[in-house]
């Protein structure tokens, strides 16, 4: 089998490579970071200082080379010659391949405000950013971070953690509005508050205030919050660039079937940039078991990807939030154990006797048994009078345990 080229190496590139060479497969994986693999999802803890940033290493230099893999970081590529099977780079010039993988994650999204490309503005994605965060935290000074979401809240906290004081800035009525109902985001803002955290909600920003390097940001009310640092988290767009570029089909993400196969059939796309039946990824769990299916189609075993319930966790210390699944009641029945004062709260829901969504804030350690059944979608026949209170609860005789 000629050489097979993967693009990328983050978690899905990076597993993809491995699980290939592996098999005895030539593999040579292109990254356009410059750093050695790294753990993303633990840029945040490095944020927040619980690791050093030699913990978020996942591959070194003897790792990467008992792995069999060419690894060429560093380097972009820049285009895909489909006819002649090679790509484009920016520093070792044309590759070529007998099978391509596309594992290019996502872009952050930045809001186009007056001033959002001034110094002093910072995505939260690689750890070039954080770099940046830690830069400007040892300069002293407020943060301000735009996004309430789970990202904007992880890079508070770190941000706080570091020493700076940190504003929240969220245009919704609630934090992390996509996993979280009222109830258990008013306990989330109680907690960030412990942290000297400010959020402010239904905020608009209109200007990051300069002129020549951050100063602040002024919202649509009038308000302005000074900060010498403002970090945006609202949101990632799935890097497809490269394959529109290419005339491979695509939609928000790069278009794949459940082989993970884009329109081309020798090109395949895996992780947050790839759009599977209508959803793009955003998170790693999905991103590694795309980049496992993608290796044994490549190997030539037939098997297909199934789309599991997105988990979320927020890595906030003394923060536990946790969900799964759907989110909104409508047509669901729900299942509610609250104890606000103590910091507790269960929302359960469910829909013909089966679990289809979950929301943990405190206690979460029951979390990954609600994912099963969420996942399963096995019925929870008498199980509902305990449901809420975990699977300590769950007698054997239901037959619910995942
Ligand atoms: C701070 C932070 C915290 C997170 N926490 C969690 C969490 O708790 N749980 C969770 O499930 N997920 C979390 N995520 C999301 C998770 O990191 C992503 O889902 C995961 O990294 C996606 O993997 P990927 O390989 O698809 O993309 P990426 O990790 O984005 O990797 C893609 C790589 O491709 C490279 N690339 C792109 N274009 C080119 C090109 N043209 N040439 C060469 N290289 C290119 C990029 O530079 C990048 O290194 C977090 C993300 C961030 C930023």
Redesign the pocket.
Known sequence: MRRIVV???????MRCAERLAGRGLAVTL????AELPYN??A??KFLAGEIAEADLVTHDDPKLADSGITYLPG???IGIDREACRVLTDLHGPIGYGHLVL????QPVCLPFPGADLPGVVM??TLEDVNAMLAAADAGGDAIVIGGGL?GL?AAYGLARRGMKVSVLHAVDRLMERQLDHAAASLLMRRMAEYRIDTYLTAKTEVIEGPDRVQGVRLADGTVIPASLVVMAVGIRP?SG?AREAGLAVNRGIVVDDCMRTSDTSIYAI???AEHQGAC?????P?FAQAETCARVISGATIAYVAQADAT?L?VAGAGVWSAGRIDAAGAEEIILSDTDAGEYRKLLLQEDRLVGAMLYGETADAPWYQALITSGAPINGLRPVLAFGPAFAPESTGVHP
């Open positions: 693009i990328g190496a983050g978690p899905a590139g292109i990254g356009a970071e993303r999802v840029l945040s380097t972009r590529v594992a290019l994650g996502s939260y994605r990202l992880e890097e490269l992780g947050e940039c990824c955003g998170l790693v769990a991103a966790a890595k």
